[in-house]
């Protein structure tokens, strides 16, 4: 099991910052799960990589995490976190993913991390204190982007609001259906009226995209910023594993909507 904050932090420590005027900012890891040693006496052997063949039916014994590993994440945590106490962080015993000090609150989920201070220098001062343990992390600018989303506090009066937007993944599903000239047109819908069906006298997709690439693109959108394409892609996501030219058809509508909506 990867490092996964609860559903409600990330929100609630957002929100935390608008209400006191404190700072917040993300940060990633570099390669993260291969920086992880395996258990000891763990051993793992993998197939001999394609062009690195040596002579002979060997396999090669891993010394460190792989990404297709199933314990890559659940080591790389136990690899981050023993690093908490000796800096003055303290997991909380409601989520191990959510770690405080005195002056900084960090909540990670998987390879990304987010941390609230009152002062900027407190948040640089535990990114280098991680990296100085030999962990690659780094902050990601002030873009207040957190798993590629966005975060904007919107205030007016007394009215306090937080927006989500996730400008960038739209832009790499638009990119992916080749929908970047200027040729190719907004519509202010991601889908028709009638519903997708199945039809066996269809003609089978193209190939001109890899459809199942951009449906993971657009079920990521869909579920934390964009509610409002969420019945047209899953829609589309049941013929996934068999879409036929219709179906194709239906996805760059939606690539479509999202080129004049990315904001």
Same mark, same amino acid.
């Given at each position: ?5 609860? @559903? !409600?932090?990330?929100? /609630? ?7 006191? %005027?404190? +700072? ?79 002056? @900084? !609150?960090?909540?990670? /989920? ?7 201070? %009152?002062? +900027? ?143």
């Amino acid at each position: 099991m990867g490092p996964c904050c609860s @559903v !409600v932090h990330g929100p /609630y420590h957002v929100g935390l910052s608008n209400q006191t %005027q404190s +700072l917040f900012s993300p940060s990633r890891h570099h390669s993260a799960f291969v920086h992880a040693l395996l258990d000891i006496g763990e051993e793992i052997y993998v197939c001999q990589i394609p062009g690195f063949k040596c002579d002979g039916d060997f396999v090669l014994a891993l010394n460190k995490s792989v990404y297709v590993i199933c314990q890559a994440p659940q080591n790389f945590f136990l690899f981050f976190s023993k690093h908490f106490e000796s800096l003055g962080l303290c997991q909380s015993n409601l989520d191990l993913c959510l770690v405080v000090s005195k002056t @900084v !609150v960090l909540v990670c /989920y998987m390879d990304d991390d987010l941390l609230w201070a %009152q002062d +900027l220098g407190n948040m640089d001062d535990v990114i280098v204190a991680l990296q100085n343990t030999g962990i690659q992390i780094c902050k990601e600018g002030d873009t207040k982007g957190f798993l590629g989303v966005v975060i904007k506090c919107l205030s007016t009066g007394n009215s306090h609001q937080i927006r989500l937007t996730q400008a960038g993944c739209a832009k790499c599903i638009v990119e992916a259906h080749g929908l970047c000239s200027t040729t190719s047109a907004a519509i202010s819908t991601p889908a028709e009226v009638a519903p997708l069906l199945q039809d066996v006298n269809s003609d089978p997709a193209s190939g001109h995209f890899n459809y199942a690439v951009i449906i993971g693109m657009l079920l990521y959108l869909s579920g934390h910023s964009r509610p409002d394409i969420a019945l047209a892609v899953h829609q589309c996501v049941q013929f996934t594993f068999s879409p036929a030219c219709h179906h194709v058809l239906a996805l760059i509508c939606i690539g479509h909507h999202l080129k004049g909506t990315m904001d």
